[in-house]
């Protein structure tokens, strides 16, 4: 599994080919644990590495799908946006999807991971791993990302992706229509995202980016609604 260093304390783990899908781990915090197969190579990814919590940024399959594991094996406390707390608890990623008896609903629950207790819902204004919650709703109810204003880092989770996990091409986008719970909200909190002038901002899908002037102007292309 590729890592990279992306600033002080802040570690991306490179799960899917191509950057497709990641992790990070921000201080000890892992955030995100990629598809239920995922597991193996993120364990002995992290086992260098001290982790005493983890956070999920949404409650989809390919970010929650190796979190019951690692917070058994590692006997950490488990984290969520309360939105999307009952999903993340149960299992039943379905209830976060906008049409939960849809043949893709069905998909994406065959592909999720158990549910994990969540010991602790987190809020906007939280810290976490040196790094402060940002609630951002839209993609999925309870949806977050995660802010450290000293060196501009965003982790920003599926609000936008840099590259198509499906076709693979590089690029930013906003995520799946069919995977995203109200589009509109998602655009608002894209743009309380770009308001921060974040200077790298970290994806669930595709490699960082630093030209983050690239960042602003997309935001500022997408629909007001
Ligand atoms: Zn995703």
Same mark, same amino acid.
């Given at each position: 599994?590729?890592?990279?260093?992306?600033?002080?304390? !802040?570690? &991306?783990?490179?799960?899917?080919?191509?950057?497709?899908?990641?992790?990070?781990?921000?201080? *000890?915090?892992?955030?995100?644990?990629?598809?239920?197969?995922?597991?193996?190579?993120?364990?002995?990814?992290? $086992? +260098? /590495?001290?982790? $005493?919590?983890?956070?999920?940024?949404?409650?989809?399959?390919?970010?929650?799908?190796? $979190?019951?594991?690692?917070? @058994?094996? %590692?006997?950490? =406390?488990?984290?969520?946006?309360?939105? *999307?707390?009952?999903?993340? @608890?149960?299992?039943?990623?379905?209830?976060?999807?906008?049409?939960?008896?849809?043949?893709?609903?069905?998909?994406?629950?065959?592909?999720?991971?158990?549910?994990?207790? !969540?010991?602790?819902?987190? +809020?906007?204004?939280?810290?976490?791993?040196?790094?402060? !919650?940002?609630? /951002? =709703?839209?993609?999925? =109810?309870?949806?977050?990302?995660?802010?450290?204003?000293?060196?501009?880092?965003? !982790?920003?989770?599926?609000? %936008?992706?840099?590259?198509? =996990?499906? /076709?693979? +091409?590089?690029?930013?986008?906003?995520?799946?229509?069919?995977? /995203?719970?109200?589009?509109?909200?998602?655009? &608002?909190?894209?743009?309380?995202?770009?308001?921060?002038?974040?200077?790298?901002?970290?994806?669930?899908?595709?490699?960082?980016? &630093?030209?983050?002037?690239?960042?602003?102007?997309?935001?500022?292309?997408?629909?007001?609604?």
């Amino acid at each position: 599994m590729k890592i990279e260093h992306i600033s002080t304390d !802040v570690l &991306r783990l490179s799960l899917w080919p191509l950057d497709a899908a990641n992790a990070y781990v921000l201080g *000890d915090i892992l955030v995100d644990s990629g598809g239920k197969f995922a597991r193996r190579g993120l364990l002995s990814a992290l $086992s +260098r /590495t001290a982790i $005493s919590g983890h956070v999920v940024t949404h409650a989809h399959f390919d970010h929650q799908g190796s $979190s019951h594991a690692v917070c @058994e094996h %590692l006997d950490i =406390p488990f984290m969520c946006g309360e939105g *999307d707390r009952t999903a993340v @608890e149960t299992g039943d990623i379905a209830q976060v999807l906008p049409k939960r008896d849809s043949w893709l609903a069905r998909l994406a629950q065959r592909l999720a991971g158990p549910g994990h207790p !969540v010991a602790r819902s987190l +809020r906007e204004g939280d810290e976490v791993g040196g790094f402060v !919650v940002i609630e /951002t =709703p839209g993609h999925t =109810p309870g949806h977050l990302a995660f802010w450290r204003e000293s060196d501009g880092v965003l !982790v920003v989770g599926d609000v %936008l992706f840099h590259r198509n =996990p499906m /076709t693979m +091409r590089s690029g930013l986008r906003e995520p799946f229509a069919f995977a /995203t719970f109200d589009p509109g909200m998602n655009r &608002r909190s894209a743009r309380k995202l770009a308001a921060l002038e974040p200077a790298v901002v970290c994806f669930g899908h595709g490699e960082p980016l &630093r030209a983050t002037q690239r960042f602003a102007e997309f935001v500022s292309t997408l629909r007001n609604d």
